[in-house]
């Protein structure tokens, strides 16, 4: 008698892949108030007061902290 071999047959297996969820990030439509003044005007005489006065003040608590 002669003895049959068994074969075996490969069979691809399909394999599916899940589609991956992405993150999408909702931002809300109101994130916050925003001022737009477009009347902006640079006033030196005022900025450089203001300066003064600042220089003018951290000299004397320096001075009184002597």
Do not use: F, H
Not at 33 to 47: G, N, P, R, S, T
Not at 48 to 61: G, K, V
């Amino acid at each position: 008698m002669v003895e049959k071999k068994k074969t075996k047959k490969k069979v691809a297996k399909k394999t599916t892949k899940k589609a991956s969820k992405k993150k999408i990030k909702i931002e809300p439509d109101d994130s916050g108030i925003v001022i737009i003044d477009d009347d902006l005007v640079d006033d030196k005489e005022v900025a450089d007061e203001e300066r003064r006065a600042y220089l003018e003040e951290a000299r004397s608590q320096e001075a009184s902290s002597d």
